[in-house]
């Protein structure tokens, strides 16, 4: 039966059975960060709402969406539109009440963590998970996306949700929603490396995982991945290039 068959797959590329394979490519391990000009990655970075967005953009599985949102501050050829558009037509990001989106401001880890938790199916019911989100305005999103396994917050029991999120952060966060298990001692050797990820850095393997497309296995009991083979990094400024003219192409297709 090719509808069951189809399920068993949807779940192999989503074994957490949490709802992202709906929107999110869980099964390919494309390169969905990249570093800057310098050859820096920049892991304690913060991230603009403009530069979230591409990035689950980039994940998206279907990019043909009918636009029904835009904002006031988020011109049509700016490289971030077709991103910003798309994922507020999804009902997956929000602007300001003043029809704003405030592209270049950075995103609060109360931010990503809701972007992230509305690709999730089901609702959170229980008690917060952290000690300073309790009134906060996403609250429910932070608990579901903890109750998921996506999010910890600090020794101290708090997650800080008004703190700006860090590219480091957001890398992890975004590997475990694809359920993406990268193992510092299971990757190759002429993968793309970065001056400023070092192999003793707690964010090192999921850093790598973001940036280098590859081919893998699951392994041990951790299930972690043995990566088998490097595959061609995107070219993003062609990406970019696409998904800025993505309305005017025939159809409304989007390659990519």
């Keep these: 039966d090719h509808e069951i068959e189809a399920i068993f797959a949807r779940r192999a590329a989503d074994p957490s059975d949490s709802g992202t394979d709906r929107y999110l490519n869980t099964e390919d391990h494309v390169q969905y960060m990249t570093g800057y000009p310098n050859g820096s990655f920049g892991?304690?970075?913060?991230?603009?709402?403009?530069?979230?967005?591409q990035m689950f953009y980039a994940l998206l599985l279907d990019k043909n969406v009918a636009h029904t949102v835009s904002f006031s501050d988020v011109p049509a050829d700016a490289w971030y539109a077709e991103a910003v558009n798309t994922l507020a037509s999804l009902g997956m990001i929000n602007g300001?009440?003043?029809g704003t989106f405030?592209?270049?401001?950075?995103?609060?880890r109360a931010e990503f963590a809701t972007i992230a938790a509305?690709?999730?199916s089901g609702d959170y019911t229980g008690g917060d998970r952290f000690t300073d989100i309790t009134g906060h305005w996403a609250a429910e999103y932070i608990n579901r996306a903890?109750?998921?396994?996506?999010?910890n917050g600090y020794p101290d029991g708090t997650f800080r949700p008004n703190a700006y999120i860090t590219r480091a952060e957001a890398v992890t966060?975004?590997?475990?929603?694809l359920d993406r298990a990268p193992d510092a001692n299971h990757l190759l050797a002429d993968m793309v490396r970065w001056p400023d990820n070092p192999e003793t850095a707690w964010y090192y393997a999921d850093i790598q995982e973001a940036t280098n497309s590859h081919d893998y296995t699951r392994a041990g009991t951790g299930n972690y991945e043995v990566w088998t083979e490097l595959l061609a990094n995107r070219d993003w400024a062609a990406l970019e290039e696409i998904w800025s003219q993505a309305n005017d192409a025939p159809g409304g297709e989007v390659m990519g």
Excluded at 146 to 151: C, E, Q
């Design 102 to 108: 405030r592209p270049d401001a950075y995103i609060t």
């Design 96 to 98: 300001y009440p003043d």
């Design 43 to 53: 892991p304690s970075q913060n991230m603009t709402r403009a530069e979230a967005a």
């Design 173 to 177: 966060l975004i590997n475990r929603m």
């Design 118 to 120: 509305r690709f999730l």
């Design 146 to 151: 903890a109750a998921a396994g996506w999010i």
